[in-house]
């Protein structure tokens, strides 16, 4: 048995559906691509997301630096759409903070990017960099098949980690982003709870919240 019908195993054993992995870049860079999306159909994953990418300290050139990544996913995306798959980008903070002749990272990405890759918005961090998500999700409609679900980024936020629970931070509008995930057909809520990681009763209670709102 190989190591993707293990992990096949493993995970049917315990009952648990496939919402997407997170990898590095090279992983779908083109000599690369074929392979991983092999290993992922192999345990029944479709959604590969690059987790994190920035322009080096000494890059003269960021907003070359944001197109070539867009150039690389797109690639990457066409070949994942001939498997049935989805390559998307997953964001941190500094996608929307280190702006690039005043434009956002974020926006140079995305708009240079084949509408084939997939926006993995996390909505926790876009809050917690000064942002709507709501309005991204406007602006890049028709890629967010999966998302982040996390409130404000701890620090002296004062919050939990909790769902629905942003401590003393303006939190995400959850209301309005769920009408946004609707017209977008968004699939996976993904629970993140990085306040405290070391505990299931945040997990628990964010899925509450999700469940509440009909949503799981």
């Known amino acids: 048995m190989n190591l993707e ?10 009952g648990l559906q496939r ?4 990898l590095g870049l090279n992983s779908v860079l083109p000599n690369e691509i074929q392979k991983t999306i092999d290993f992922n159909l192999g345990y029944g994953n479709h959604y590969l997301m690059v987790p994190w990418a920035n322009a080096p300290k000494d890059c003269t050139d960021k907003a070359g630096y944001w197109k070539k990544l867009a150039e690389d996913l797109s690639v990457a ?3 994942a759409k001939k498997s049935g798959c989805f390559v998307g980008y997953h964001n941190h903070q500094h996608e929307f903070r ?3 002749g005043g434009v956002a990272p974020f926006q140079i990405l995305f708009d240079n990017a084949s509408p084939r890759v997939c926006m993995q918005a996390d909505v926790g ?9 709501v309005a991204w999700f406007r602006k890049y409609p028709g890629r967010s098949r999966t998302m982040h679900a996390k409130e404000v980024y701890g620090g002296n936020s004062g919050a939990t980690g909790v769902l629905g629970q942003p401590g003393k931070a303006k939190g995400v509008d959850w209301p309005a982003l769920f009408k946004a995930t609707d017209a977008e057909g968004t699939l996976w809520y993904v629970v993140e709870c990085e306040s405290n990681p070391n505990t299931l009763e945040h997990v628990k209670a964010s899925f509450d919240f999700l469940h509440a709102a009909g949503r799981c």
Request: proline share 3%.
């Open 125 to 133: 961090h876009i809050v917690s960099a000064g942002e709507d998500p």
């Open 98 to 100: 280190d702006k690039v």
């Open 77 to 79: 995306a066409e070949t």
């Open 19 to 22: 919402a997407g992995t997170h």
């Open 5 to 14: 019908e293990q992990v096949k195993q493993m995970l049917d054993e315990l």
